[in-house]
C-alpha cells in the first residue's frame, strides 16, 4: 500500500473507482471540469492523492491547493475538497493516513461543507470548526421569492420587505467586461489581506482560474476596482424539471470586496452601498427572483442590512428567510457549509483564530462547482 500524488495517467481508473465507491453519475466525472477543480497543471500533476496497493486505486484525496494569507504571512495551503476510500478499507485508518500526508507539506488546510459525522474527527485533529457560513438573503419578485421558500409565508411580508428593497435599487450597474487578475489582486490586497487573519491569498492568476476562466459557471464583475469595490456574481437558475419553479432565476453574490477597507470595521460607504444595490436593480431586470451571499465573518453585515438583505439562520428561520439551499438540483433544506480549518505557522504551532477573523466564501473550497452537467442550453 502506498500513497501518491494524482496524475494525469490515472484518471480513467479514477473516475471508475469513483463511480462503484462514490457516485455513478456525477458532474465532476467532466474532465475539464476535474481538471479544472483539482487545478492539474500542463504536466498532468496536482496536489491530490491516490492510496494505492498493487496497481488499483484503493483510495482518493481530493484536494485544491492554493495560496494564503495568515497574520501578514503567506502560506501553502489546500482545501479538502473529497475524501473516498474503498469499502474494504473503511475504519482501517488509511483515510485519517492520507489527511496526514497531505497536512506535512500544507501549513494551511481547511474544507467547506464537511459532513457532520466526521467534525469530531476534524476536532481530534486539531482543526477549529465553525457550524456554518453567514447567508444573507433578498427577494427581488415577490411570486417568484415566496416559490422559492422551504415553509409557506404571509405574501403580505414580502410585499413589504421588496417594497423597502425597491426604494434603494435606483441605478443599474452592468456586469464590466474588461477587468484584470492583476487588478483584483491589488484589490484584494488593499481590502482583505491585512484586514482578516486568514484568507484565501487571491493572487492575478488565482482570479484567472477560479472566475475569468472557470471552466464551470459565467462568473459576473460589477463595479471599479479603484473607487468603490467589486462585487463578483453569477446567474443561478432552479434545476426542477418537474416543477412549475423550474429555470427561476436567483443571482447568487460570491465576492464583495470594498475599496475602503475601513468597511470591515463597521465604517459604512456609501458608494459601496450604492453600487450593490445596483447589481441587485441589474439582477431583477433580469427576472431573478432573489439573491444570496454567503461569508464566514459577519463584518459586512452592516453594510448588507442597510441595503434590504436579511439574516439566514441555519435551520432555515425566520420563516420569510427560508430560501432554498440548493437549487441545482433543487432542495429547499440542505446542510448550511460548515467549514473547518487548521493553521500551522513557520514554526510548527497551531495558530488560533476568531471565525470573524476569517475571510472565506463558498468558492473558496467545492460548494460553488456544477453538480449537473452539461447546464440546459443558455444556462450558463
Known sequence: MEIVKYQDSDYESLVAFMRINWSSEHAIYNKELFDWQYRVDEDGLAESLLLVDNGCIEGFLGVIPGEYSSNGEQYKGISFAMWIVSE??????????????????????????????????????????????????????????????????????????IAGVEERLIHSYSPILNITGEELEQLYINSVQHRFSLSQYRSASFWDW?????????????????SEGIVVARLDRVHAPDENIHGTK????????????????????????????????????????AADYQLSSNRLEHVLESIGFKKQNIDYTPTECGLAGLFQPFRHRVNPINFVWKIKNNEGAFQNTEVNDIYLVKTDGDMDRPNIWPLPKGWN
Open 88 to 161: 474494504k478499507y473503511k475504519n482501517s485508518g488509511l483515510g485519517i493516513m492520507l489527511m496526514k500526508e497531505a497536512e506535512k507539506y500544507n501549513p494551511v488546510c481547511l474544507t467547506l461543507g464537511c459532513n457532520f459525522q466526521v467534525v469530531p474527527m476534524y476536532e481530534r485533529m486539531g482543526y477549529s470548526y465553525s457550524d456554518h457560513l453567514n447567508r444573507y438573503v433578498i427577494p427581488l419578485d415577490v411570486n417568484g421569492y415566496v416559490n422559492l421558500l422551504k415553509d409557506p409565508v404571509d405574501q403580505a411580508s414580502i410585499e413589504q420587505w
Open 210 to 226: 477560479r472566475y475569468i476562466n472557470s471552466a464551470g459557471y459565467k462568473y459576473l464583475f460589477f463595479g471599479d476596482s479603484t
Open 250 to 289: 436567483v443571482l447568487r453574490i460570491i465576492e464583495i470586496i470594498p475599496v475602503n477597507a475601513d468597511v470591515w470595521k463597521g465604517i459604512a460607504d456609501h458608494r459601496l452601498n450604492e453600487m450593490i444595490a445596483g447589481v441587485l436593480s441589474w439582477a431583477r431586470d433580469q427576472g431573478c427572483a
